[in-house]
């Protein structure tokens, strides 16, 4: 029987605006950190908010994708999340309009590790 490693599904934010690797030795530079269960991460793939950001703000946001969000793109994933959580009560969808709010107030990066 073979047994499949699932990859941990996080969002940080950054506490500076400096690159950085997304490993272990890092997390101490996270200001925020969210490890989504994958009930989370299910109920917003079935919500489609995974792939509509990804329009939004034009990157490839998926299952197995590192992605970060940064500049002009904060601001368009935030507005595309505030409509959205209009839409849907889902605080999966409310957290994460949180996440780019602080992203942009810290002047930093939203990072998606799927």
Request: include cysteine.
């Amino acid at each position: 029987m073979v047994k499949l490693l699932m990859r941990e599904k996080t969002i940080t934010i950054c506490r500076n605006s400096a690159p950085y690797e997304m490993d272990e030795k890092n997390t101490g530079n996270n200001f925020m950190l969210w490890k989504l269960t994958d009930k989370e991460f299910e109920k917003l793939w079935k919500l489609n908010i995974w792939e509509k950001l990804g329009e939004v703000c034009n990157l490839n946001v998926g299952r197995f994708n590192d992605v970060e969000f940064t500049g002009e793109n904060l601001y368009r994933a935030r507005d595309f999340l505030i409509k959205e959580s209009l839409k849907h009560d889902a605080p999966e969808i409310r957290k994460l309009r949180d996440f780019f709010e602080n992203g942009i107030l810290r002047k930093s990066g939203v990072s998606f590790s799927f």
